[in-house]
């Protein structure tokens, strides 16, 4: 967050710097990369191994499953486990037994 404040403050020292020669397009422009630097710190890079869900469905079932590998999200061939890394759950998953504890991190729909 420390980082993400800084660049916005040198960002904001460029604007008014520039602000004398391109009054109208500049506030588009600002508005504009401010929000892409606030969506690049949202971002959360996945590491090889983690799961996600892709529809709704039982735990149990391969067909709800996504797992990252080589930088991309390929068809999982077997439901999440004790030894998976991240699981980050999008849809709706019926669990209907738990055989291990397993580090969870849930989507919820922003209202």
Request: aromatic residues 8%; proline residues 4%; hydrophobic residues 45%.
């Given at each position: ?71 991309s999200w390929t ?37």
């Amino acid at each position: 967050m420390v980082v993400v404040f800084g660049k916005l403050l040198h960002l904001a020292s460029l604007v008014k710097q520039m602000h004398s020669k391109h009054k109208n397009i500049l506030p588009a422009i600002f508005l504009s990369l401010l929000i892409q630097l606030l969506l690049l710190s949202m971002v959360r890079s996945q590491s090889l191994g983690e799961y996600r869900s892709k529809q709704n469905g039982i735990w149990q079932d391969i067909l709800v499953w996504e797992i990252y590998d080589s930088g991309s999200w390929t068809a999982a061939v077997y439901p999440p486990n004790q030894h998976s890394g991240n699981i980050e759950i999008i849809h709706q998953i019926n669990i209907t037994q738990i055989r291990y504890l397993i580090k969870l991190t849930l989507c919820l729909p922003v209202r």
